[in-house]
């Protein structure tokens, strides 16, 4: 019976690493891959949100920004198939986005600093999502 549950408690942490540790690989590939992060989207506020994060005291402005910015790119990404946006990366990614969600809520009067960036991690998805969506021939949308 122990053993049983120290095998299920060993494989839940190393299930956690290695989801972690996939994420930060596809974050840091899109990041050194593309030039994506140069351009800003103004129909998105992930990209100011990264800027606003250095300089404001008040984490919950900015994190209801990403939830607005979450809302609609999962929405397009559920319902844009040809697309082609519902790769398994990208599920990691908005998989890691929830668990960063979680994790500012639970540091954010413990630990503010954890809490800051697991919002900057959710401002980076945000990015890598938006940045595929605005690739050419993917998503045209009148601004």
């Known amino acids: 019976m122990v053993s049983s549950v120290l095998i299920i408690a060993i494989s839940v942490v190393l299930l956690a690493y290695w989801l972690r540790y996939s994420c930060v690989m596809l974050l840091r590939g899109v990041q050194e891959r593309s030039a994506l992060f140069t351009v800003a989207d103004q129909r998105f506020s992930a990209f100011s949100v990264m800027q606003r994060l250095k300089t404001e005291a008040d984490l919950a402005p900015l994190e209801r920004a990403l939830e607005r910015d979450y809302r ?72």
Request: aromatic letters at 6%; proline letters at 3%.
């Open 72 to 143: 609609v790119v999962t929405y397009i990404i559920e319902h844009a198939t040809d697309l082609e946006l519902a790769s398994i990366e990208n599920k990691l990614l908005v998989l890691d986005y929830q668990l960063m969600r979680f994790w500012s809520h639970l540091t954010r009067t413990i630990a503010p600093q954890q809490s800051r960036r697991a919002l900057s991690e959710m401002a980076s998805v945000l990015r890598v999502l938006v940045g595929q969506m605005g690739e050419p021939n993917r998503l045209q949308m009148e601004g």
